[in-house]
């Protein structure tokens, strides 16, 4: 008997080969306009990873728990791992790429982050530091509760919170002058 040559298996195109899953996706992304070919089920997380090249979205947990993956859409925190890039057509994505480009001085949150000794691994540094940005643009200061409330978001497994809290704190007086 001889043995017997295996079929090969015809080619199979992939589910979202589909033209209608497919979507020409408009946005600024740190201060970039760009226009992209998406998939309708990639991820934010995965766009700026992946096809930009931004890999300071850092991708903890993909459930949108740890908020390692935090980046401002429309100056508000948002999980890319939660998001589909789709739903950021026309919006502006500032990621943490964003906040001092080529050799720029640090930002008051990154250099308070510095100075305080606020991350210690720094997987969850880029995702605090978004959030604590968008605390220190709102027009008031916030106070302790909505501070608490913002960073509760946000898992670290390294630093305990308190020299993340006090970085937060100290870029918060410096931006409102206490």
Do not use: K
């Amino acid at each position: 008997m001889t043995p017997s040559v295996p079929t090969p298996l015809a080619a199979r195109t992939p589910p979202l080969a589909e033209p209608s899953a497919w979507h020409e996706l408009r946005l600024t992304v740190n201060g970039r306009a760009v226009t992209a070919q998406v998939e309708s089920r990639l991820l934010l997380s995965d766009f700026l990873r992946d096809r930009l090249g931004l890999t300071g979205t850092h991708v903890g947990c993909e459930h949108g728990v740890c908020g390692a993956c935090t980046v401002l859409v429309d100056d508000e925190p948002v999980r890319t791992c939660l998001t589909l890039a789709v739903q950021c057509e026309g919006a502006d994505i500032r990621t943490v790429e964003s906040l001092a480009p080529d050799g720029s001085p640090l930002t008051p949150v990154q250099r308070a982050f510095h100075e305080c000794h606020g991350m210690q691994c720094g997987f969850c540094t880029p995702g605090f530091v978004m959030t604590a940005t968008a605390l220190a643009e709102q027009p008031e200061r916030p106070d302790e509760e909505q501070v608490a409330d913002a960073l509760s978001g946000h898992l670290c497994r390294c630093t305990g919170y308190r020299n993340i809290r006090r970085a937060v704190c100290q870029a918060l007086d410096e931006r409102f002058g206490e």
